[in-house]
């Protein structure tokens, strides 16, 4: 047999080899390369749709803090005292609770804690759940006790604790302040307020962590005006 027929030697056959396994390798890089990306997204969206769907029921929720109807507190009758404290932050770091008194936003199956019956002139009432039928020319505000509790790396709601969200890394909060009951600039933030007549607005901090740390963890801010004053 001539030479130039004897097919492929070993070094070209082992060169060959090596360079479709070159290939293999490449691609295969290619493919975890891209996979490790779309999780990271797909991560990612997942922590910011659960933070977005928080944030936004508590923003909803904090505009109608202090809402207790259309006449002045100190001339509502059987005003529970919890009234007079309508938001407090309590706890350490790691667990904590946040209580705060809102009027009610129509949730799904959700009843009042109060219902604040008044005829918007000179006469309102306090009585305890939800206050049906009303007379004529009465108007019923309902409000709700809501407390929400951070601990275990967990964000939790209401008596019982359901769980809202997990791999909560953080949740803080401070409150911005007037400089006096009758200011309406914020002039600084506070975590522990003694002035509740002077919160303005309510800044929180939201932290989450991938339990699979496939994504760094995902802060988000959020900061919502009070439409009611706290007075």
């Known amino acids: 047999m001539r030479r130039l027929d004897a097919g492929f030697g070993l070094t070209e056959l082992m060169l060959a080899l090596a360079l479709g396994l070159l290939l293999v390798l490449g691609a295969t890089q290619v493919f975890l390369s891209a996979r490790q990306t779309y999780v990271a997204q797909s991560s990612a969206a997942v922590a910011q749709e ?9 923003a909803q929720e904090i505009r109608m803090i202090g809402m207790f109807g259309c006449i002045a507190t100190d001339s509502i009758i059987n005003v529970p005292s919890v009234f007079q404290t309508p938001i407090s932050w309590q706890g350490a770091a790691g ?35 939800q206050y049906l039928p009303l007379a004529p020319g009465e108007t019923g505000f309902a409000l709700r006790h ?11 709601v209401g008596p019982g604790k359901t769980v809202l969200l997990d791999n909560v890394a953080a949740f803080d909060m401070s409150f911005g302040m007037a400089n006096s009951a009758t200011g309406q600039s914020v002039q600084r933030y506070e975590d522990s307020p003694v002035s509740l007549a002077n919160i303005r607005s309510v800044k929180i901090a939201l932290t989450l962590q991938d339990p699979k740390a496939r994504i760094k963890d995902q802060s988000y801010h959020l900061a919502v005006a009070l439409r009611n004053r706290l007075e």
Not at 50 to 58: N, Q
Not at 120 to 127: F, L, M, N, P
Not at 146 to 156: A, R, S, T
């Open 95 to 129: 667990s904590r609770s946040w209580r705060f008194i809102s009027a009610d936003v129509g949730l799904p199956g959700a009843k009042p804690d109060w219902t604040v019956v008044s005829d918007c002139k000179r006469t309102a009432q306090v009585y305890a759940g």
């Open 146 to 156: 809501i407390i929400y509790w951070f601990e275990n790396g967990q964000l939790k």
């Open 50 to 58: 659960d933070a977005r769907f928080v944030l936004s029921k508590i």
